[in-house]
């Protein structure tokens, strides 16, 4: 088998965001520029970091291609063993549970997760550590500095391998091991959750789900997991067949791009709780009969109601939430007698926390969830928990909405999206309030302004230090106005206004509460304040979740 060494150039574009490189398809086509990236991950590892490699991807278009370009480069690279779900196929969390039961040195995900997929759309891919968890801030950097000064790559000159098949094939030093992409998931939800018991609740029509893969990865396991398993009726599953452009749709789970999921959650028949996933299935969504379970307000809830899963029956030592995340947690890690930490946006910065049993549960308002059993958010999983709560309280979703507030109170959330803002603008608007923060002009703009910061986060494992992750503005009564720009777009800047509006009101207490509408007070004064339309031109967010 010959090793090519091929001649190439930098590419300037290529430092990962928020989770891993996302680009439009026809910038990872550009010549070598899928090459480079992999060549500089492998550049930026240690020599004996690169025995073990766990690859997959969410099956949307050129995942085929790929996949096939970084197994080439891991045989060149001297990997010993590969290991990659049958048909390219593996879901983030999934991704994250083979590292660590395998002894992986690592894994490399082909996604863009919740971004749309096809030959006009996003891909991406990302490297995770051996702990299973996304690549920290400190490799990030290294690949980037890496894809800089690359001068050259190397690629096994090899045929297709055949990933249809489960086995294994040696070339050259390496093994290939094609494998089941679902089994290992399974068994580690078996070892989370009590499958028996909500089995039986599955049995006696105690418990029934609609889940909305959204014609992404999830459809697979999902349908082994609720359909096989826990033998929930064959139609529980919608939109399960992956697709390279999921069925046109749009993987984001949320009340904009999964709305015919709940709306059909108003009908007579609606099962007791449905739910929906994202392309590379570590999202979710939940909801209950007639209603929505905000991602902060679910978080909360799981840690209020851990002790009845099997994997939190000795407690939570910790909890985390990313900063934008409404502090609903907060107050339940309050009420535990924990901590709960505060990080900047981005599954990455858990990953010590969890690996240091500071936290065992962590969660972020963009729909993730976890626990301390991978290093990685989980949608199934957190739907199992969800089920779990369920079938242990006797209660509904909006019963255990309501009664978290009752005794809680209520973070009404909601989230602005301007997209397609021109990068220089959206700088300049972030450098603003900056400025505002700094000189504490911010503060005098309204009278119920308590306080303003911009949001920096140190790791209390490593001591790494991370600056600039968003403006928090504080307001007397506990509520919040964030503000930061995404890192997973692929062209232009979206800027984020994350809502958050504390009450302990009782009449706030209802499922039907229409959330944009009672926050429109605070929507009017973040705008007023990053003074967006006067430099944007826009007069409307693009997408309010
Ligand atoms: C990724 C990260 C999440 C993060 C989200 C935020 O999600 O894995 O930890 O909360 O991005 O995205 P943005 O920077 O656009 O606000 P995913 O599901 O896209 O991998």
């Given at each position: 088998?010959?090793?090519?060494?091929?001649?190439?150039?930098?590419?300037?574009?290529q430092?990962p965001g928020?989770s891993g490189l996302r680009k439009k398809v026809a910038v990872i086509q550009k010549p070598n520029y899928l090459e480079n990236f992999v060549q500089?991950v492998?550049?930026?590892?240690?020599?004996?970091?690169?025995?073990?490699l766990v690859i997959g991807g969410d099956g949307r278009f050129y995942n085929n291609i790929a996949i096939q370009i970084v197994i080439r480069m891991a045989v060149?690279?001297?990997y010993?063993?590969l290991i990659i779900g049958q048909n390219g196929l593996l879901s983030t969390p999934a991704v994250s549970n083979l590292i660590?039961?395998?002894?992986a040195?690592g894994g490399m995900i082909l996604s863009a997760s919740h971004n749309p997929a096809g030959p006009d759309q996003d891909f991406g891919i990302k490297y995770n550590?051996?702990?299973?968890?996304p690549?920290?801030?400190?490799?990030?950097?290294?690949?980037?500095?890496?894809?800089?000064?690359?001068?050259?790559?190397?690629i096994a000159?090899i045929s297709e391998v055949n990933l249809r098949d489960i086995?294994?094939v040696?070339?050259?030093?390496?093994?290939i091991s094609v494998i089941d992409s679902v089994?290992?998931y399974?068994?580690?939800?078996?070892?989370?959750?009590?499958?028996?018991?909500?089995?039986?609740?599955?049995?006696?029509?105690?418990?029934?789900?609609?889940?909305?893969a959204m014609h992404a990865v999830t459809g697979p396991y999902a349908r082994?997991?609720?359909?096989?398993?826990?033998?929930?009726?064959?139609?529980?599953?919608?939109n399960g067949e992956p697709r390279e452009d999921f069925g046109g749709g749009h993987p984001d789970?949320?009340?904009?791009?999964?709305?015919?999921?709940?709306?059909?959650?108003?009908?007579?028949?609606?099962?007791?709780?449905?739910?929906?996933s994202d392309g590379d299935g570590d999202r979710?969504?939940?909801?209950?009969?007639?209603?929505?379970?905000?991602?902060?307000?679910?978080?909360?809830?799981?840690?209020?109601?851990?002790?009845?899963?099997?994997?939190?029956?000795?407690?939570?030592?910790?909890?985390?939430?990313?900063?934008?995340?409404?502090?609903?947690?907060?107050?339940?890690?309050?009420?535990?007698?924990?901590?709960?930490?505060?990080?900047?946006?981005?599954?990455?910065?858990?990953?010590?926390?969890?690996?240091?049993?500071?936290?065992?549960?962590?969660?972020?308002?963009?729909?993730?969830?976890?626990?301390?059993?991978?290093?990685e958010?989980?949608g199934?999983?957190?739907?199992?928990?969800?089920?779990?709560?369920?079938?242990?309280?006797?209660?509904?979703?909006?019963?255990?909405?309501?009664?978290?507030?009752?005794?809680?109170?209520?973070?009404?959330?909601?989230?602005?999206?301007?997209?397609?803002?021109?990068?220089?603008?959206?700088?300049?608007?972030?450098?603003?309030?900056?400025?505002?923060?700094?000189?504490?002009?911010?503060?005098?703009?309204?009278?119920?302004?308590?306080?303003?910061?911009?949001?920096?986060?140190?790791?209390?494992?490593?001591?790494?230090?991370?600056?600039?992750?968003?403006?928090?503005?504080?307001?007397?009564?506990?509520?919040?106005?964030?503000?930061?720009?995404?890192?997973t777009?692929t062209?232009?800047?979206?800027?984020?206004?994350?809502?958050?509006?504390?009450?302990?009101?009782?009449?706030?207490?209802?499922?039907?509460?229409?959330?944009?509408?009672?926050?429109?007070?605070?929507?009017?004064?973040?705008?007023?304040?990053?003074?967006?339309?006067?430099?944007?031109?826009?007069?409307?967010?693009?997408?309010?979740?």
């Amino acid at each position: 088998m010959n090793i090519n060494v091929v001649k190439t150039t930098p590419y300037s574009d290529q430092n990962p965001g928020t989770s891993g490189l996302r680009k439009k398809v026809a910038v990872i086509q550009k010549p070598n520029y899928l090459e480079n990236f992999v060549q500089s991950v492998f550049n930026a590892l240690p020599s004996d970091e690169r025995n073990i490699l766990v690859i997959g991807g969410d099956g949307r278009f050129y995942n085929n291609i790929a996949i096939q370009i970084v197994i080439r480069m891991a045989v060149a690279n001297g990997y010993k063993r590969l290991i990659i779900g049958q048909n390219g196929l593996l879901s983030t969390p999934a991704v994250s549970n083979l590292i660590r039961i395998k002894q992986a040195n690592g894994g490399m995900i082909l996604s863009a997760s919740h971004n749309p997929a096809g030959p006009d759309q996003d891909f991406g891919i990302k490297y995770n550590n051996e702990n299973g968890s996304p690549a920290s801030n400190t490799l990030s950097a290294s690949i980037f500095a890496a894809s800089l000064e690359i001068s050259q790559y190397t690629i096994a000159d090899i045929s297709e391998v055949n990933l249809r098949d489960i086995g294994d094939v040696v070339l050259n030093r390496t093994t290939i091991s094609v494998i089941d992409s679902v089994q290992d998931y399974i068994e580690c939800m078996k070892r989370c959750f009590d499958f028996p018991k909500l089995r039986k609740a599955f049995a006696s029509e105690r418990l029934s789900i609609r889940f909305d893969a959204m014609h992404a990865v999830t459809g697979p396991y999902a349908r082994s997991v609720f359909v096989d398993e826990l033998g929930a009726s064959s139609d529980s599953i919608i939109n399960g067949e992956p697709r390279e452009d999921f069925g046109g749709g749009h993987p984001d789970p949320n009340l904009v791009h999964a709305k015919a999921l709940f709306e059909s959650m108003h009908d007579a028949n609606a099962p007791v709780l449905a739910a929906a996933s994202d392309g590379d299935g570590d999202r979710n969504m939940i909801l209950g009969q007639g209603c929505f379970v905000s991602p902060g307000d679910s978080l909360a809830i799981l840690a209020e109601h851990h002790k009845i899963i099997p994997q939190f029956k000795e407690g939570l030592c910790g909890v985390a939430r990313s900063m934008p995340t409404s502090t609903a947690i907060d107050r339940i890690a309050e009420d535990l007698g924990i901590q709960s930490f505060e990080t900047p946006t981005g599954w990455k910065f858990f990953g010590n926390l969890l690996d240091t049993s500071n936290i065992s549960l962590c969660g972020e308002e963009s729909f993730g969830t976890s626990g301390n059993h991978i290093r990685e958010k989980d949608g199934v999983w957190a739907v199992l928990f969800w089920l779990s709560i369920l079938e242990a309280s006797g209660k509904n979703v909006s019963q255990l909405l309501v009664s978290h507030w009752q005794r809680f109170g209520r973070s009404m959330y909601c989230r602005l999206d301007y997209e397609g803002i021109s990068a220089d603008v959206a700088a300049d608007l972030m450098k603003n309030m900056q400025f505002g923060v700094s000189e504490s002009r911010l503060i005098l703009k309204h009278t119920n302004i308590a306080g303003a910061d911009s949001f920096e986060y140190i790791d209390p494992v490593d001591g790494s230090v991370s600056s600039n992750q968003g403006i928090r503005v504080f307001l007397t009564g506990g509520s919040r106005i964030v503000y930061r720009l995404s890192g997973t777009g692929t062209d232009s800047a979206t800027l984020r206004i994350y809502l958050e509006q504390y009450t302990n009101s009782a009449q706030d207490f209802v499922t039907s509460l229409d959330i944009p509408n009672a926050t429109a007070d605070l929507a009017k004064m973040a705008v007023e304040l990053a003074e967006i339309s006067q430099r944007t031109g826009m007069t409307s967010p693009s997408l309010v979740t």
